[in-house]
């Protein structure tokens, strides 16, 4: 349990100790997509309290790739400023910042009039599909990964992590079940994974910037998981995430579908998927997803996963680190999940608090 108080690395990054708060949507960045004062207020108050790295809340690389309301962007250099505040104030405190990129594929907002984009062809509605993006359409998203990238860098960010899990669009391309294409980039897990590749590896090089990967490890069709086909994926996610580390990826952050699942029958959720990839991949591995006591975080730690991640607990307890260090055992966090829903009712983040 210890180790997890101490200090470490990640890629050359020194951490305070071995605690993240995983990409949290907050529903409070500004109509302009700007990060707000509170976003900062937020974010300042969990470095206050000694959370090592903070992923940002989601950021979207383009306007068409909004996925949530209230969601903060990245797309002009006009957000610049507003992002360096919050990098500023947590580095106050000796915290981490790392900006979490996504687009949302068949996940955005719809519109009327819109093209929603993913891998293949998808039906949302009865009246309505995704279009099945052309090589020329993911150029351009991986060089608009890669200008967010660059605008992070520029606001004093430590590093960035591509959201390639929970059914946005890199999580749409590495599934094999929303990934139907037979170019370069379908079929083979090394296809599927091609796109992700070609961000980490042109951020590494272009951007010269350190790139944390987020990604899913397990996978649900429908509300059921299928056994053979999570055995399959596994093995996919095994020769994904070797590849990430040969085009300069730092760490990933696993997580995955289903919590509701599986909170009725395993606690930390995801920690076999993270044994087996510490067995067969030297990357460092950060396990989110039903962590919500001591006895967890010694489960993490025992089983020589690197860093420990959090985003409900933190919510509801921002001094939730200082608190286990001096002796408490659990988490308030009851998993109630209305910290999704209270923000967009009222001005509230948690049942016991606003």
Same mark, same amino acid.
């Given at each position: 349990?210890?180790?997890?108080?101490? *200090?470490?690395?990640? !890629?050359?990054?020194?951490?305070?100790?071995?605690?993240?708060?995983?990409?949290?949507?907050?529903?409070?960045?500004?109509?302009?997509?700007?990060?707000?004062?509170?976003?900062?207020?937020?974010?300042?108050?969990?470095?206050?309290?000694?959370? !090592?790295?903070?992923?940002?809340?989601?950021?979207?690389?383009?306007?068409? !790739?909004?996925?949530?309301?209230?969601?903060?962007?990245?797309?002009?250099?006009?957000?610049?400023?507003?992002?360096?505040?919050?990098?500023?104030?947590?580095?106050?405190?000796?915290?981490?910042?790392?900006?979490?990129?996504?687009?949302?594929?068949?996940?955005?907002?719809?519109?009327?009039?819109?093209?929603?984009?993913?891998?293949?062809?998808?039906?949302?509605?009865?009246?309505?599909?995704?279009?099945?993006?052309? +090589?020329?359409?993911?150029?351009?998203?991986?060089?608009?990964?890669?200008?967010?990238?660059?605008?992070?860098?520029?606001?004093?960010?430590?590093? +960035?992590?591509?959201?390639?899990?929970?059914?946005?669009?890199? *999580?749409?391309?590495?599934?094999?079940?929303?990934?139907?294409?037979?170019?370069?980039?379908?079929?083979?897990?090394?296809?599927?994974?091609?796109?992700?590749?070609?961000?980490?590896?042109?951020?590494?090089?272009?951007?010269?910037?350190?790139?944390?990967?987020?990604?899913?490890?397990?996978?649900?069709?429908?509300?059921?998981?299928?056994?053979?086909?999570?055995?399959?994926?596994?093995?996919?996610?095994?020769?994904?995430?070797?590849?990430?580390? *040969?085009?300069?990826?730092?760490?990933?952050?696993?997580?995955?579908?289903?919590?509701?699942?599986?909170?009725?029958?395993?606690?930390?959720?995801?920690?076999?998927?993270?044994?087996?990839?510490?067995?067969?991949?030297?990357?460092?591995?950060?396990?989110?997803?039903?962590?919500?006591?001591?006895?967890?975080?010694?489960?993490?730690?025992?089983?020589?996963?690197?860093? +420990?991640?959090?985003?409900?607990?933190?919510?509801?307890?921002?001094?939730?680190?200082?608190?286990?260090?001096?002796?408490?055992?659990?988490?308030?966090?009851?998993?109630?999940?209305?910290?999704?829903?209270?923000?967009?009712?009222?001005?509230?983040?948690?049942?016991?608090?606003?």
């Amino acid at each position: 349990m210890q180790r997890a108080f101490q *200090s470490a690395k990640i !890629g050359n990054i020194p951490l305070k100790n071995r605690f993240f708060r995983s990409a949290t949507h907050d529903y409070f960045a500004n109509p302009d997509g700007s990060f707000s004062e509170r976003q900062v207020d937020i974010t300042e108050e969990l470095a206050k309290h000694r959370v !090592g790295a903070i992923i940002t809340a989601i950021t979207a690389i383009r306007a068409d !790739g909004i996925s949530i309301e209230n969601q903060n962007r990245l797309d002009d250099d006009m957000y610049i400023e507003s992002l360096q505040k919050l990098c500023d104030a947590t580095h106050r405190h000796g915290s981490k910042v790392f900006v979490q990129l996504a687009h949302g594929g068949a996940k955005s907002l719809l519109e009327a009039d819109s093209m929603i984009y993913s891998p293949s062809t998808i039906q949302l509605y009865e009246d309505m599909a995704t279009t099945e993006m052309s +090589v020329k359409d993911i150029a351009l998203i991986i060089e608009d990964f890669v200008n967010a990238a660059w605008r992070a860098k520029l606001a004093k960010a430590d590093g +960035v992590q591509l959201h390639a899990a929970h059914g946005y669009l890199l *999580s749409q391309f590495i599934s094999f079940v929303s990934n139907t294409r037979t170019d370069e980039y379908g079929g083979s897990a090394s296809n599927r994974f091609r796109i992700v590749k070609e961000i980490i590896e042109r951020i590494v090089k272009e951007v010269d910037f350190p790139v944390i990967l987020k990604l899913n490890s397990n996978l649900l069709r429908g509300n059921h998981f299928i056994e053979k086909e999570n055995e399959t994926y596994l093995a996919d996610l095994i020769e994904m995430i070797k590849e990430a580390k *040969s085009a300069g990826c730092i760490a990933v952050e696993l997580s995955g579908t289903g919590f509701q699942q599986l909170s009725h029958i395993t606690h930390p959720y995801f920690i076999h998927q993270a044994i087996e990839v510490k067995k067969l991949v030297d990357i460092p591995v950060i396990l989110v997803g039903g962590i919500r006591n001591t006895k967890h975080i010694q489960q993490v730690m025992d089983a020589n996963i690197d860093f +420990v991640s959090m985003s409900r607990p933190f919510i509801c307890e921002p001094d939730l680190v200082d608190k286990f260090k001096a002796g408490q055992f659990k988490a308030r966090c009851i998993l109630c999940n209305q910290c999704f829903v209270l923000p967009t009712t009222k001005d509230r983040r948690c049942v016991f608090h606003k």
